[in-house]
């Protein structure tokens, strides 16, 4: 019997990606270690990765944050400072430390407008 490819294990959960070898959760933000099939069905299952989901079903943040980026320029202080909120708050919401950044320019935006 031949070995079913990680591949076809996330074909149809659009909150999976494979990098490699590695299977990434984008609703966790972290990797999933697995061998075979049911420990993704595992995870899927967990009380953690369905509450971030819900989360993330719930609220557009990154439409959210993309949309705001295109307006910024034509904001005034106060929209501005807004902006500023909203985005420290989807940077915490998605569990994205400032420190684990690997793009030099976005790191120093955000180190300038936080």
């Given at each position: 019997?031949?070995?079913?490819?990680?591949?076809?294990?996330?074909?149809?959960?659009?909150?999976?990606?494979?990098?490699?070898?590695?299977?990434?959760c984008?609703?966790c933000?972290k990797i999933?270690?697995?061998?075979?099939?049911f420990?993704?069905?595992?995870?899927?299952k967990t009380?953690?990765?369905k509450?971030t989901?819900?989360?993330?079903?719930s609220?557009?943040?990154?439409?959210?944050v993309?949309?705001?980026?295109?307006?910024?320029?034509?904001q005034?202080?106060?929209?501005?400072?807004?902006?500023?909120?909203d985005?420290s708050?989807?940077?915490?919401?998605?569990?994205?430390?400032?420190?684990?950044?690997q793009?030099?320019?976005?790191?120093e935006f955000?180190?300038?407008?936080l």
């Open positions: 019997m031949s070995k079913m490819p990680k591949i076809a294990w996330i074909k149809n959960v659009p909150e999976l990606d494979l990098n490699g070898d590695k299977i990434f984008k609703a933000v999933i270690i697995c061998e075979k099939k420990q993704v069905d595992q995870h899927l009380s953690i990765h509450a989901l819900q989360k993330m079903k609220g557009p943040i990154q439409q959210s993309k949309t705001t980026f295109q307006n910024v320029g034509n005034t202080r106060s929209e501005t400072e807004v902006f500023h909120q985005l708050k989807a940077l915490v919401i998605a569990n994205i430390p400032l420190k684990n950044l793009n030099t320019q976005f790191k955000l180190q300038k407008i």
